[in-house]
């Protein structure tokens, strides 16, 4: 069975994670605010089931099934309110770890439809791609170091959060490039205007360019080196014509283990995976594919209307 | 300009009001400011703005007092008479003022318009989508008037003596405080229509929004209004709250007409309204389109105190700015009763407010309402449509007693965010604004830039770096001229001004004021 995660709009309303005194990476803003969402919806379940106060509500009363695809919590659609162009929409899709690469075609369209039909869009501005395992820093590259006594320092809020990736290891260009041509085939259907790519230094970007049909038009960097992206970086990127922005992300959003825990029976959990031998709920392996993070901004004013996730993952029955 | 002429920002000129302050020099005591300080020279020559300052005066029935507590140094003799104040002018009916008490024991006394609206401060406007963006951004940026007030603090000095004060505000809200006897209490009302308990020049006294988050609660039970305008804007389709907003406006004297705008009237322009509205200053102004343009409406963030460096102009710029973003964005709430905002501008003034005073604050900015809008609302080409559920309509949560939705809190919670474990605290300013930036697309170059502004921001706010004031009366203390007596002579204020320029050139580059900037390169 496949399980649809999604945190619906984050920014205003329901469930946020900044009501956090401090403010951590996409892991734990994804987490924190799946957490969120299915509280929230659980309680609605309830408050409309009298009978049910007592306990917690069955997942079957907030969640949908439809085929063999789980929905969690039951699809609504948030559709934004100004007309297309008004908007800047941006898709971040995070490739996970130790999933087959020949699936990513597929689930780069499947992740595409969703963030779509969430805003109720027909295109995106921005695909961005998350490989697994490449982080800016390891990336060796001439930073000036110099540079950076005279740097405002970071608060640690910022640092790392439990982002390191341990569990994996970059793939190789050709893959990436494999990748890619999926990509290309959906700028060239005029769903996505613009591709980018996220933590490329200068080698990686040099040898991946030439292959691409569609060059990438944005690199994200991790916004704690902001202040000392090396400078062989910014003039290739000002050469090729790619704008290099910042993020916050971690390239490992969704470690090992996490979905288990906000899925499981635990007192943290969502109670949709059975614990020890009970009940109706489900059983199996949890295998996350992707997670994809999407913003629709404003263009003129700047103001952030949707943010959100949506984790897909595999339930294998063991 | 002339060579030996630099343009400084400085909220306020040091000695402004002291012998020979002017160049060239004039003879105080003329007939238009009949102040013992200032001559009519200093005021802008336009018939404008001499009238304006007369019939302050003649409103008030005397000349306006501007008093400051000075600030009491070692050697300063207590209690403390501002020796620079001539009780024996027999010019004006006005030179009575002193002698009838104007000047008080201890604080600086200061009589002419000049010495208020003479200052510099920060303003920054803001463009509206629409009038209800407008006043959401008028509320919602209110409470946070005295929070960058005290942030910016830059005004130690008046008269050439340390105030123990360390803003402008209350200075500029004296300087043109046109409210009769009767108006402020000290007679029985006879011929006037009501006590009015501020300044025309003070912090907001209302909010205007259309917000179901403002409760009213909130608002000020005694708010003086208009009621008989109040009634004609109601009639005439404007709801309570825009109504109340502009009736309390128009509780004040338009302070100069012209008699040619009375000829006859033109309802084509809005002169006569803006007329009142330019001379009612608060600390957040609303302004309405002019008629006939295309600007829309807008919304003017008024407290913050110029700084020296354009480097800190142009941080606190952006970060208002950004702050609107994340306000627009995250739906932020910081309404708190508006009398407790009236009470952070006074504590603001207080010297070091920034790192010895704690201000009303909302502890959560966030709505509670799960409010998915448009639910239901499935535009076609959408996800193979698992059955959509209906809208979350989870009755409101039910509103608390309102003194447990703020606290007093630092500067530093403000901006920087509460320390707790509970998840209940105030998450900050500055946090929020990253937090916004890291839901845009930002370029590096960009987005290390504004790690600077806001570097030195939250740097301000936990007591890394100095505000101003502080760094100016620093400057005070170790100069050698200095007889620590709060008296600052013509020396120590040309050092000063020289070295306000210097910063202004190098912006710290050099090391001068790195204590107020950090080391910069």
């Not at chain 1, 290309?184 to 030439?210: D, T, Y």
């Not at chain 2, 000020?220 to 709801?239: C, T």
Request: contains cysteine.
């Amino acid at each position: 069975m496949k399980l649809v995660l999604s945190t619906s709009n984050i920014m205003s309303g329901g469930p946020s994670v900044i009501r956090r005194p401090t403010f951590e990476k996409s892991n734990t803003e994804l987490t924190s605010s799946l957490r969120e969402n299915f509280t929230v919806h659980q309680q609605t379940s309830t408050s409309t089931n009298a009978a049910a106060l007592s306990s917690r509500p069955s997942f079957r009363t907030w969640t949908t099934q439809e085929g063999e695809t789980l929905f969690i919590p039951s699809h609504t659609t948030n559709p934004l309110s100004e007309p297309r162009e008004a908007y800047d929409i941006t898709v971040k899709l995070f490739y996970l770890p130790n999933i087959p690469v020949d699936r990513r075609c597929v689930q780069t369209r499947e992740a595409i439809k969703l963030v779509l039909g969430q805003l109720g869009m027909e295109s995106i501005d921005l695909l961005i791609v998350s490989f697994p395992g490449i982080s800016f820093d390891a990336d060796d590259e001439d930073s000036d170091l110099d540079d950076a006594e005279s740097q405002p320092s970071v608060p640690a809020s910022a640092e790392e959060g439990g982002c390191f990736d341990s569990e994996s290891v970059p793939e190789d260009i050709g893959t990436m490039l494999t990748t890619w041509r999926t990509l290309e085939k959906l700028h060239g259907e005029k769903m996505v205007s613009k591709l980018g790519i996220a933590e490329f230094g200068v080698q990686r970007l040099s040898k991946f360019l030439p292959q691409t049909k569609v060059k990438p038009a944005v690199d994200q960097i991790n916004v704690r080196d902001c202040c000392v992206v090396p400078k062989p970086l910014i003039l290739y990127a000002k050469k090729e014509g790619i704008e290099l922005l910042t993020h916050n992300d971690c390239t490992n959003v969704l470690p090992r283990g996490t979905l288990r825990e906000i899925l499981g029976s635990g007192a943290k959990g969502a109670g949709i995976l059975a614990g020890e031998g009970n009940d109706e709920r489900l059983k199996g392996n949890v295998e996350p594919q992707w997670v994809v993070k999407y913003t629709a901004v404003v263009k003129d004013r700047g103001v952030v209307e949707s943010k959100g996730y949506f984790a897909v993952a595999e339930l294998n029955e063991g | 300009m002339a060579r030996s002429e630099y343009p400084i920002t400085l909220t306020t000129f040091p000695r402004l009001g002291t012998d020979d302050c002017t160049t060239p020099s004039y003879p105080v005591s003329g007939q238009k400011l009949r102040s013992q300080f200032v001559p009519d020279e200093i005021a802008n020559p336009h018939i404008r703005f001499p009238t304006l300052a007369a019939n302050i005066r003649a409103r008030r029935g005397r000349k306006v007092e501007v008093n400051v507590p000075v600030f009491r140094d070692e050697n300063t003799p207590w209690p403390w008479k501002d020796p620079s104040v001539d009780y024996g002018l027999h010019k004006w009916p006005e030179d009575d003022d002193v002698r009838n008490g104007a000047a008080k024991e201890n604080y600086i006394y200061m009589d002419a318009m000049a010495f208020g609206m003479g200052s510099c401060c920060l303003q920054i406007t803001f463009q509206a989508k629409n009038i209800e963006e407008g006043r959401k951004m008028y509320d919602q940026l209110s409470p946070l008037g005295p929070i960058l007030l005290a942030l910016t603090a830059a005004t130690p000095i008046y008269k050439g003596f340390l105030a123990d004060t360390d803003v402008r505000w209350n200075q500029i809200s004296r300087a043109v405080d046109d409210r009769t006897p009767e108006e402020l209490g000290e007679k029985p009302l006879a011929n006037d229509r009501w006590r009015l308990p501020k300044s025309r020049y003070a912090s907001n006294s209302t909010y205007i929004s259309q917000d179901p988050r403002l409760r009213k609660e909130y608002l000020d039970p005694d708010l003086v209004v208009d009621q008989d305008l109040k009634r004609r804007l109601l009639d005439g389709g404007m709801d309570d709250l825009l109504a109340t907003h502009f009736a309390h406006l128009f509780i004040r004297d338009p302070i100069v007409v012209f008699a040619e705008d009375l000829e006859t009237l033109d309802l084509s322009k809005a002169d006569h309204f803006e007329n009142l509205q330019s001379t009612n200053w608060q600390h957040m102004r609303f302004k309405p389109p002019p008629p006939g343009s295309d600007m829309g409406w807008r919304v003017e963030f008024r407290p913050m105190e110029i700084q020296i460096t354009d480097f800190e102009n142009a941080a606190f710029s952006i970060f208002i700015v950004l702050i609107t973003r994340a306000i627009l964005s995250f739906d932020l709430n910081f309404y708190i009763p508006i009398q407790r905002v009236s009470e952070n501008m006074e504590t603001a003034h207080i010297r070091d407010a920034v790192s010895t005073q704690k201000f009303y604050f909302r502890k959560n900015p966030f709505s509670s309402r799960p409010t998915h809008r448009g639910a239901n609302n499935t535009p076609n080409g959408t996800f193979d449509s698992p059955a959509s559920t209906t809208s979350n309509s989870r009755p409101p949560s039910p509103f608390g007693p309102v003194e447990d939705e703020f606290e007093l809190m630092t500067i530093n919670e403000v901006i920087n965010g509460q320390v707790s474990s509970d998840g209940d605290a105030f998450p900050g300013l500055i946090p929020l604004v990253e937090s916004y930036l890291n839901s845009m697309n930002v370029d590096v170059e960009t987005r290390c830039e504004l790690a600077r502004y806001l570097d030195l921001i939250r740097k301000r706010a936990d007591g890394t770096y100095w505000t101003a004031a502080k760094w100016i009366r620093e400057y005070v203390k170790k100069h050698p001229k200095y007889g620590k007596d709060s008296v600052v002579g013509e020396e120590i204020e040309f050092d000063l001004l020289k070295a306000a320029e210097q910063i202004t050139r190098m912006e710290g580059r050099d090391g001068l004021g790195w204590e107020m900037l950090g080391k910069r390169r």
